[in-house]
């Protein structure tokens, strides 16, 4: 059917053009009417150009359907002209958009879904929902982002958050960033990182390495990009880079022998940042270097970890109520919470979980002077065979040498995978834990990782 449709046609006596009008009967939802609207273009009244430096397209479309999806598109088709009259509009023309792009936004619009699974594209579709103030369509794009983010695309999606001001994206790359880095900065990676990428690393203010890894790390990327970029461009990165670390997280030991031996410091660089971290003062601080310390992520993964020279650890399938265990560290560290095993079921059958935890100071040996350090609770519905997370409502202290004790609490008893931490040591970035068993209650946990930080 040829475009502009007018209503009258549906008085035409032709056979084919009146089965057309069958159509509200053979869609009967809402949506279903939509999509047939929008896939046949029966009854548009507009045509909107759309048109970039390399293609034009048009696309037939309704006014009423574009004013109540957008104010943007409310204020272009109701222009008034000088005497305040509303002057129809045959043709809208919007310039400097990609038409495949708005054939994805304009799809949206009618069906509430997006006929593509590319990332970039789903990207530019969320500039033309912030462009034109489609909200369901920008919350659509991000929750298919959410489930596609990983260490290879996480900074592009990472900057266009940024210039958008999407806060949930921007939090989830930052997350990935800090906690996968090492994997980020792996070998394999070292190819498609670029100086920007290193920087927005060093920019964290968290991460899940240590200051000394994360040094030698960066080293070997400049070593490998040299080969291809030159010598000078080794130079002007390195200089670029070198000034973002955190060197006082380093012992001096540390700072020797690491960045101390590479080279890439002057002597009064050196000096000064090496007096800095002795606390001698000496030397003055270079200026332009950071003089801040860099938290760092830990995390006791059960399944990664040495236990018992072994790895991985193996787990037990055991009906769960109350169990406990205590607890001591051989580094000052604030543990932040617990990851769970949500119980033994059908994949994503989903339940009400229930669990109370608490974390105890049991350095003395008589139990009338335990004093709970801090209750976390979790309600709420998860995935049976899955994971889910206890955090503390702030991170929690924990010194070295002294006994602590973690106790869970179920609601009710069903089975969980659990590990059995009665007498087991484990060591994880650097911090070996040490589990011993508590008076009277089960040490076989249900839980798969410990977080922590360095202090």
Not at 194 to 211: A, H, M, P
Request: charged letters at 25%; a neutral charge; proline letters at 4%.
């Amino acid at each position: 059917m040829s475009f502009p449709i007018h209503p009258s046609a549906i008085c035409t006596s032709d056979d084919s053009i009146r089965q057309n009008y069958c159509w509200r009967k053979n869609n009967i939802s809402w949506g279903s009417k939509l999509s047939f609207l929008f896939h046949t273009g029966l009854l548009a009244d507009i045509k909107i150009t759309v048109f970039d430096n390399r293609s034009t397209k048009s696309f037939e479309a309704h006014q009423l359907l574009l004013i109540i999806s957008s104010e943007v598109f409310e204020e272009m088709l109701l222009k008034r002209d000088e005497n305040g009259f509303i002057r129809p509009i045959l043709e809208l023309k919007i310039p400097e958009t990609n038409p495949v792009i708005f054939g994805l936004f304009l799809k949206f619009l009618y069906c509430k879904s997006l006929e593509t699974e590319n990332m970039p594209k789903v990207l530019e579709v969320i500039r033309l929902a912030k462009r034109f103030l489609i909200y369901d369509c920008e919350e659509y794009c991000i929750e298919f982002i959410k489930k596609e983010v990983n260490h290879t695309n996480c900074f592009d999606i990472y900057y266009f958050a940024q210039s958008y001001d999407l806060e949930v994206l921007l939090n989830m790359c930052t997350k990935k960033i800090q906690t996968e880095v090492k994997d980020i900065l792996s070998e394999k990676n070292f190819g498609m990182l670029g100086v920007n990428n290193i920087l927005t690393i060093l920019e964290q203010r968290v991460l899940d390495v240590r200051e000394t890894d994360l040094f030698l790390l960066v080293k070997k990327w400049l070593e490998f990009k040299e080969v291809k970029e030159g010598k000078e461009w080794r130079r002007n990165a390195q200089k670029d880079v070198l000034k973002n670390f955190c060197f006082l997280n380093m012992t001096p030991h540390e700072f020797i022998d690491g960045p101390g031996s590479a080279g890439f410091l002057t002597e009064r660089e050196f000096n000064g940042i090496l007096s800095a971290i002795a606390r001698d003062r000496l030397f003055p601080f270079p200026e332009g270097f950071k003089t801040t310390c860099r938290e760092v992520i830990g995390e006791l993964n059960l399944m990664t970890a040495c236990f018992k020279g072994k790895t991985p650890f193996e787990y037990t399938i055991f009906t769960v109520t109350n169990c406990a265990v205590f607890l001591t560290v051989d580094h000052d560290l604030n543990i932040t919470g617990v990851q769970f095993f949500c119980r033994v079921g059908k994949d994503g059958e989903k339940y009400k979980e229930s669990v109370v935890m608490r974390l105890m100071d049991c350095e003395n040996n008589e139990s009338f002077y335990w004093k709970i350090m801090e209750e976390a609770k979790f309600i709420g519905f998860v995935e049976s065979s899955k994971k889910f997370n206890i955090n503390f409502k702030q991170p929690m202290s924990l010194a070295h040498g002294k006994r602590y004790s973690l106790t869970i609490q179920m609601n009710d008893p069903y089975p969980y995978p659990t590990v059995d931490l009665l007498d087991v040591s484990m060591k994880s970035n650097g911090v070996t834990f040490y589990f011993s068993q508590y008076p009277k209650l089960s040490s076989l946990l249900p839980i798969c990782t410990i977080q922590f930080q360095f202090v």
